[in-house]
């Protein structure tokens, strides 16, 4: 019942900022800010930066708002506005620098799964310290849930180059978690 409600209410609060209503407005931006500033912080380092990247998002949400038709989910709809911010930004600060490597090591898409007792804290330092194309294809990847060939024209690279991306990015991650695993456990 609780879950019906929050819908409507979701339904109501767009219907009236679309009407313009400034309070509707915030209400809308309160409900979402703070998952969408995570969004654009695991993209962007610095938290200040990820923050700015969230209210040029947000503008861009309230001034396309009335091409959301209420089909599909409105908070995928935020999160893909946030997502192409974040790699404006990137991109505006020459940080998207690909490989285009036509080899996959080993041929292999997939990096076996990584037995790890890090904390999740431990593990974002680990993604933020890739290098910046392959954190984006990684987040596209595993996190948002992208397929190759949606990072490849939203990045405007080849398929195979997010390919490529993805596993160099999982690769440097299972050696890092390998080797904090080591020193943590003392195991060689």
Request: hydrophobic content about 35%.
């Amino acid at each position: 019942m609780r879950l019906v409600s929050l819908h409507k209410n979701y339904k109501s609060v767009i219907a009236r900022t679309k009407e313009g209503n400034r309070k509707a407005q915030q209400e809308l931006y309160e409900l979402f800010a703070p998952k969408m500033l995570s969004v654009c912080r695991q993209y962007i380092y610095r938290e200040d930066i990820a923050e700015e990247v969230m209210l040029t998002g947000f503008l861009k949400v309230f001034t396309y708002l009335n091409s959301y038709k209420f089909e599909g989910s409105f908070e995928g709809w935020i999160r893909r506005i946030m997502v192409n911010e974040s790699i404006t930004q990137l991109r505006k600060d020459k940080k998207l620098l690909f490989e285009d490597d036509n080899s996959l090591e080993n041929s292999k898409e997939h990096v076996a799964y990584i037995e790890t007792e890090l904390e999740v804290e431990e593990i974002q330092k680990m993604i933020d310290a890739l290098p910046d194309g392959y954190k984006t294809v990684f987040v596209l990847y595993a996190v948002e849930g992208y397929k190759h060939s949606e990072i490849a024209e939203l990045l405007q690279i080849s398929e195979n180059t997010s390919k490529t991306q993805l596993f160099k990015a999982r690769k440097m991650l299972q050696n890092k978690m390998n080797q904090e695993n080591k020193i943590r456990y003392g195991t060689h």
